[in-house]
């Protein structure tokens, strides 16, 4: 089979496309025929060597949706998806033909989403439930999701709102902003940290309950913006790893900070996850994804490299049928 495959770590160019048999499901296992692959950023930062735990040589890519063509009866012929902190890191991922995963590691596909949309939703849908979780959502909230125009950030406001919250969107693009306000969200634009506070307040006048920060350059400015024991989700942090936070102002208001990592999540405890998510999507609870761009596996290495330099494209791969 033709799959993505690095032996090495550090650069790009340990990364190929190369021929590989194809796996055989271990008792316990499914078979999937990859239908298509999610492409996230997390997967380029593994060929260049930021999780050292990841086993080599290993075929990347998180994200997948599916047919399962071996394992249990009861899952034959099905349409699934799936994600986790095995597939791409500790044994091989979706970037390939084929694919075995732990048969309590998929979900059945939502009916509403084709395969590549499904395979886009994996890690930011997963990422986004987990954060406004363990925030607390329970659809009595006001929730600021700061670089809501991203994937995660798209992932947020959609389940925000799903849940009954009052969402508050904010961007940097003036484009993005009027998209969102058509989508029916109130959305502000980021400009000025020192006034984030101010334009949060004209929305929500004792601040937000939750604010979620995609981008890890708003934690300092988003403390004034949030209200008594509010929590403050992260999932990035600038190159450094390191930010300055007001505590003084975050203790006095009893906030909470809530570090949203999916990887800390097996395939089996995603796949509760997506089974929930999906049927957000299937009672049209939660709008569907933005289609994103198919690019065909042999075709692979460019995209790597383009999100590497910096492209937001949301990619996901087809193997040639």
């Not at 089979?1 to 650069?11: R, V």
């Not at 271990?26 to 999780?51: C, E, H, M, Q, T």
């Amino acid at each position: 089979m033709h799959a993505l495959q690095f032996t090495a770590t550090g650069d790009l160019r340990h990364l190929a496309l190369v021929d590989l048999p194809r796996p055989v499901p271990a008792a316990g296992d499914v078979l999937i025929r990859v239908d298509a692959a999610g492409l996230n950023p997390s997967d380029v930062k593994n060929v260049l060597g930021r999780f050292p735990y990841t086993t080599l040589p290993r075929v990347p890519g998180r994200d997948v949706a599916g047919t399962v063509e071996a394992g249990p009866a009861e899952l034959i012929g099905r349409a699934v998806w799936a994600t986790g902190r095995e597939p791409g890191f500790t044994r091989d991922g979706s970037h390939a033909e084929w694919l075995c995963l732990p048969a309590g590691g998929v979900a059945l596909k939502p009916a509403s989403l084709s395969f590549a949309q499904a395979a886009a939703c994996g890690v930011p849908y997963t990422t986004a439930w987990d954060g406004l979780r363990r925030a607390g959502l329970d659809g009595n909230q006001r929730v600021l999701v700061i670089g809501a125009n991203g994937a995660v950030g798209s992932a947020a406001i959609g389940l925000a709102r799903a849940a009954g919250a009052a969402v508050l969107a904010a961007v940097r693009d003036k484009g993005k902003q009027r998209q969102l306000e058509a989508e029916g969200y109130s959305c502000l634009m980021l400009d000025n940290p020192d006034t984030l506070a101010e334009q949060v307040a004209q929305h929500f006048p004792e601040g937000a309950d939750i604010i979620f920060d995609t981008t890890g350059f708003w934690l300092a400015p988003a403390v004034a913006a949030l209200n008594r024991f509010g929590h403050l989700v992260v999932i990035a942090a600038p190159a450094n790893g390191m930010a300055e936070l007001p505590l003084l102002a975050l203790y006095r208001k009893g906030a909470s900070i809530v570090g949203a990592n999916s990887l800390l999540y097996g395939c089996e405890d995603c796949a509760e996850m997506l089974r929930e998510i999906g049927a957000l999507f299937d009672s049209h609870a939660l709008p569907l994804p933005t289609p994103p761009t198919e690019v065909a596996l042999d075709e692979g290495l460019a995209s790597y490299a383009r999100i590497n330099a910096g492209s937001s494209e949301k990619v996901v791969l087809r193997p040639a049928r």
